[in-house]
Each structure stands twice: as C-alpha cells, then as structure tokens.
C-alpha cells in the first residue's frame, strides 16, 4: 500500500498569512494527488486534483504543487473560513489512501 | 444538482450485519464509479472501497479491513450504492460517507453527507 504522510499535523496561523502544508507518499504517484478541506461535522470537500488543478468554485488562493513523492498545498493569505483540517489523497493505485490530516487552527 | 444521501446507520451490537444506502440524483449514476469512505471519531479518512460502472465490468476493490466483511453493490435502477457489512467490530464505528469518483480512476468530487454507524455492546 502507498503511505501519505503529511506535514506538519497542526499548523497555528494568522488571518492573512501564507500557509504550506506536505504530503509525502512512500512511492512515486506521478501527480494523481488530490487535497481535500474538511470542517467540523461536514463532509470533506474537494480543493484540487491532479496536483495542481484547482476544482471549480475553489478561491485562487488555494495552489498545489509537487510531482512524483513530494507535494505541496498553499493557502497564500488564510482566511476566516480557511481554518479546518485538510487532507491529501494518492490515486494513482488501490487501496486509495489518505494522509492523516493537517489541523489549521486560528494563532 | 449533484445529491448523495446516505441512510442505514445505527447502533449495532458486535459481531452483528447492517446494510447502508447511498441514494444518488442529479447525475448519471449509471456511468459513475462509487466509493464508500468513513471517519473513526476524531480520527482521519479511511477508504473502504469501489465498485465501477456495470459498463465497465461493475469491477469492486476493497481496503484490507474491508475484505471478508464488507460487501459494495449497486442498484442502478434505483440509483443507489449500498455497503453490505457483517461481522461488524467495535473499530468499525465511524461516518460512513459515499462519494463520486467519475468514470475513471480519479478524486472524490462529490460527498453525501455521511450516516453514523456504532458498533457497541
């Protein structure tokens, strides 16, 4: 199975910053990643796809990068509605895993 | 408008069976792959399986803890998923959520809004 491993768990940040977040699988996925944002009691929601290409209705804010093992989630100035837990997905072969999460909590 | 809805979760005792449902609309679920994904509490998301379109062979792969236990069938004349799981434990208590995956190996675009299972004594 492909292992997810995001960085760092929980991430303190002010209204305005700029915030990364990685994602590292145990093998290549070439770019058949996705990020998804969660809130509390929601069901998660898809950001990006294929590494870098943005879902419709998703604010530009948002941008991710990376191919092969190592990826990158960017939020370029957070925002009030931004704070939630954010995961990424390999699929690029079965089992589709996630990462365990990335917790974006108000500073 | 793309719709999940998901139903069937409840308190269950261990070792005991319990069928969700995943009743879809606003979309051609006929050409869709469906997944089911589910959230321990206070924990990450954890897939549990596929099954692809009848036209493409309606295909089911399932996660590890899944396999033996839990069964994933489609109802295309009624638009909806099912997820058929016995021998329920108690670490199977979580969200269970239904999701789109396209007609090809791709994200999770669309999500139901999840039914809460309970595997206690």
């Known amino acids: 199975d492909i292992q997810m491993t995001q960085s760092p768990s929980t991430l303190s940040a002010s209204v305005g910053d700029r915030v990364t977040i990685t994602c590292r699988a145990s093998?290549?996925?070439?770019?058949?990643l996705a990020w998804y944002q969660q809130k509390p009691g929601k069901a998660p929601k898809l950001l990006i796809y294929k590494s870098s290409t943005l879902e419709s209705g998703v604010p530009s804010r948002f941008s991710g990068s990376g191919s092969g093992t190592e990826f990158t989630l960017t939020i370029s100035s957070l925002q009030p509605d931004d704070f939630a837990t954010y995961y990424c997905q390999q699929y690029s072969g079965y089992p589709k895993t996630f990462g365990q999460g990335t917790r974006v909590e108000i500073k | 408008e793309v719709q999940l809805v998901e139903s069937g979760g409840t308190l269950v005792k261990p070792g005991g069976s319990l069928r969700l449902s995943c009743a879809a609309s606003g979309f051609s679920f006929n050409i869709v792959w469906m997944n089911w994904v589910r959230q321990a509490p206070g924990k990450g998301l954890e897939w549990i399986g596929r099954i692809k379109s009848e036209g493409d062979g309606g295909t089911l792969d399932h996660a590890a803890p899944a396999k033996g236990r839990f069964t994933i069938s489609r109802d295309d004349s009624r638009n909806t998923l099912y997820l058929q799981m016995n021998s329920l434990k108690t670490e199977d208590t979580a969200v269970y959520y239904c999701?789109?995956?396209?007609?090809?190996?791709?994200?999770?675009?669309?999500w139901g809004q999840g039914t809460v299972v309970t595997v206690s004594s």
């Open positions: 093998q290549s996925i070439s770019d058949w």
């Open positions: 999701t789109t995956e396209g007609w090809e190996p791709g994200p999770f675009r669309f």
